[in-house]
């Protein structure tokens, strides 16, 4: 069974950047569509961006383009999330996600997905 462990939160003030990891354990992605979500609390979840393993096509949210990069490490399976210029409203849990030949549509959705990790915490401050 492949896990999915989420590491790189943490507390930082507005306007400075982290680097969100995601490494998958137990397999490898393959063809599979990767991406991260975000849920603050009171609020429903967000998708954020999305890569595609196999030929590194990226999406993302409105929210994020500009600010967040998303990218593979092939050698280490592991999917990252660098997020530069972030504001308060960028608090939140945020998690990495996994499905096997997922449209964006799809993915985005955030349902039925194969795999997902526990989450790792972002709270930036003002």
């Known amino acids: 069974q492949v896990q999915l462990v989420e590491s790189g939160g943490g507390l930082v003030q507005a306007g400075g950047s982290l680097r969100l990891s995601c490494t998958a354990s137990?397999?490898?992605?393959?063809?599979?569509?990767i991406g991260w979500f975000r849920q603050a609390p009171g609020k429903e979840r967000e998708f954020v961006a999305a890569?595609?393993?196999?030929?590194?096509?990226?999406y993302y949210a409105d929210s994020a383009r500009g600010r967040f990069t998303i990218s593979r490490d092939g050698a280490k399976n592991t999917v990252y999330l660098q997020m530069n210029s972030l504001k308060p409203e960028d608090t939140a849990v945020y998690s990495c996600a996994a499905d096997l030949a997922s449209t964006l549509l799809t993915f985005s959705s955030g349902n039925e997905l194969d795999y997902w990790g526990k989450g790792t915490q972002v709270t930036v401050s003002s």
């Open positions: 137990g397999g490898a992605f393959s063809n599979y569509m």
């Open positions: 890569i595609t393993w196999s030929t590194t096509t990226t």
